[in-house]
């Protein structure tokens, strides 16, 4: 069975840092192309980053977020640092044959994790 699980999400002041995970089970992550989406109450889900043989940010996240990933483990980590408020949304990671901003191409997703930036 095909599963994303993302973690890491909380409540953090402006100006911190949180690490999400994306960890996969039955599938390779290093096969697909691994992208971090967001969505914030009442806006589009938008493209934050991908990860396949290369990495992609949205400019506007260009410094502040790192994607990485651990074959070994299977999974795909998100660095956020100096989070602002506009920052807070659910965010998700989703799995594709390749990295695309248009989140309808990726196939696999997972549930979602908040993340409140809040002082």
């Known amino acids: 069975q095909v599963q994303l699980v993302e973690s890491g999400g909380g409540l953090v002041q402006p100006g911190g840092s949180l690490r999400l995970s994306c960890a996969a089970s039955?599938?390779?992550?290093?096969?697909?192309?691994i992208g971090w989406f967001r969505q914030a109450l009442g806006k589009e889900r938008e493209g934050i980053s991908c990860?396949?043989?290369?990495?992609y940010y949205a400019d506007s996240l260009k410094g502040r977020f790192t994607i990485s990933r651990d074959n070994a483990k299977n999974t795909v980590y998100l660095q956020m640092n100096s989070l602002k408020p506009e920052d807070t949304a659910v965010y998700y990671c989703a799995a594709a044959n390749g990295c695309d901003s248009d989140y309808h191409r990726y196939d696999y997703w997972g549930q979602g994790t908040q993340v409140t930036v809040s002082s």
């Open positions: 039955g599938f390779t992550l290093d096969y697909y192309a």
């Open positions: 990860i396949n043989r290369s990495t």
